[in-house]
C-alpha cells in the first residue's frame, strides 16, 4: 500500500514538474516565420497547444507550440486585423484548389488589398500584412472552402487601406 502511494506521489511530481516547464517555456516568443518553419502557420491559441499536451508527449513540440501561440483572451483573434494580403499559391497545382481558384477569377476583386502571387510549389496560403506592408502571418488555406476564405478577409483585413 505503502509502495502505491509513492509511485502516485512521484506521478503528481513529474506531471506537475512537466507543467512547469511548459508554461516557463511559453514566455518566449518565437517570430512568425521560426514558426512556420517549426510548422505553426495560422492564429494558434495557446489553449491549443495545452490541449495538444494531452495527447503528445514531445515536450520540445509542445515548448514550440507555446512559443508561436496566442494568448487566449475574450475576443484577442477577433480583434486582430490586417491592412492587405497576398495570397499565394503555385500555378500548377491550383488544378487540386477549385475553390481558391473560384474565389481568384469571382471574388478577388471585392478585396482590392490582397494579391495573388503566383509562387513555384507554394500552397495555397494568405500572407497577412501590416500597416508597412511587412509579413506579420501566415495562414496555410489548402482545404478551406471559398465562403471561409471570403469571410476570413472581411473579418480580418481592413477595406480601405492606405496601401494598395
Known amino acids: 500500500m505503502l509502495r502505491n502511494k509513492s509511485y502516485d506521489f512521484l506521478f503528481l511530481i513529474a506531471v506537475i514538474s512537466s507543467a512547469a516547464t511548459i508554461v516557463s ?3 518566449e516568443q518565437l517570430s512568425s ?4 518553419d517549426l510548422g505553426f502557420t495560422g492564429l494558434a491559441l495557446c489553449s ?4 495538444l499536451s494531452e495527447y503528445v508527449k514531445d515536450k520540445e513540440l509542445i515548448s514550440d507550440c507555446l512559443k508561436c501561440c496566442t494568448e487566449d ?3 484577442s483573434i477577433s480583434k486582430i486585423t490586417y491592412s492587405g494580403a497576398i495570397l499565394e499559391v503555385c500555378m500548377r497545382k ?4 477549385p475553390e481558391i481558384v ?3 477569377e469571382e471574388e478577388k476583386d471585392k478585396f482590392p488589398t490582397v494579391k495573388v502571387q503566383y509562387l513555384f510549389n507554394s500552397p495555397p496560403k494568405l500572407v497577412m500584412l501590416d500597416d508597412e506592408g511587412q509579413h506579420k502571418e501566415t495562414i496555410r ?10 469571410q476570413f478577409l472581411r473579418e480580418k483585413v481592413k477595406p480601405n487601406s492606405a496601401s494598395s
Not at 94 to 97: A, D, I, M, P, T
Request: with cysteine.
Open 25 to 27: 517555456s511559453s514566455r
Open 33 to 36: 516565420k521560426q514558426c512556420e
Open 48 to 51: 491549443d497547444c495545452n490541449t
Open 73 to 75: 483572451s475574450d475576443d
Open 94 to 97: 491550383l488544378v487540386f484548389y
Open 102 to 104: 473560384g474565389f481568384i
Open 141 to 150: 488555406i489548402d482545404n478551406w472552402k471559398r465562403e471561409h476564405v471570403l
